[in-house]
């Protein structure tokens, strides 16, 4: 039972900008915790794709960013290409779960 | 280059018991905090469990806290997770991840194994 809430799924066509979002609470986002971005291929382990909130580890590309805002993230896939397509994941620090993932949401590429 | 390898996956019958291990390779394992995540099949991401650099310091989901384990021997390298009282509902693939170490207090798990996969059933 995860405390952040995603979007099952989102579709966009190659070149597009698609959002996911990320909705939690006064117990998590709300309170200030930093929220970061998974990003799972099919059959892989997943891989970090941004860190306390917007930032991107080295070699993530500047089509992905994420910010914050409030008890909600977002993350912004632009320029959305084939190999984009993939399980996307939040998470964030809950005062009463402590680590906490998103419930995940799967991006298709039209 | 860093490597997590997990190893000792299988299948068990509820009730029984199974360790898993992490080999870890390319980095100074000792000054990085450490972590378990896992996914049932077709599910999404669960954190399970975080011991820090020196062990000192452990966490636990409340859905394995009393059963589950977790270990570190910096010598060799390498991260465990004990798993008793197994469960149908412990089957998961588990990974192991490094914390980049960013957050106190949060992980932030920018390493991550492939994955092994433990099957709880009679």
């Known amino acids: 039972q995860s405390v952040l809430t995603q979007p099952p799924s989102v579709s966009g066509a190659p070149g597009q900008r698609v959002t996911i979002s990320c909705t939690g609470s006064s117990s998590n986002i709300g309170a200030g915790y930093d929220v970061h971005w998974y990003q799972q291929l099919p059959g892989t382990a997943p891989k970090l794709l941004i860190y306390s909130n917007s930032n991107r580890p080295s070699g993530v590309p500047d089509r992905f960013s994420g910010s914050k805002s409030g008890t909600s993230a977002s993350l912004a896939i632009t320029g959305l290409q084939a190999e984009d397509e993939a399980d996307y994941y939040c998470?964030?620090?809950?005062?009463?779960?402590?680590?906490?993932f998103g419930t995940g949401t799967k991006v298709t590429v039209l | 280059e860093v490597q997590l390898v997990e190893s000792g996956g299988g299948l068990v019958k509820p009730g029984g018991s199974l360790r898993l291990s992490c080999a870890a390779s390319g980095f100074t394992f000792s000054t990085y905090s450490m972590n378990w995540v896992r996914q049932a099949p077709g599910k999404g991401l669960e954190w399970v469990s975080a011991?820090?650099?020196?062990?000192?310091?452990?966490f636990y989901a409340d859905s394995v806290k009393g059963r589950f384990t977790i270990s570190r021997d910096n010598a060799k390298k390498s991260l465990y997770l004990q798993m008793n009282s197994l469960r149908d509902e412990d089957t998961a693939v588990y990974y192991c991840?490094?914390?980049?170490?960013?957050?106190?207090?949060?992980?932030?798990?920018?390493?991550w194994g492939q994955g092994s996969l433990v099957t709880v059933s009679s």
């Open positions: 011991i820090s650099s020196s062990g000192s310091y452990i």
């Open positions: 998470q964030s620090y809950d005062s009463s779960l402590s680590a906490s």
């Open positions: 991840a490094r914390d980049l170490g960013v957050v106190r207090g949060q992980p932030v798990l920018d390493y």
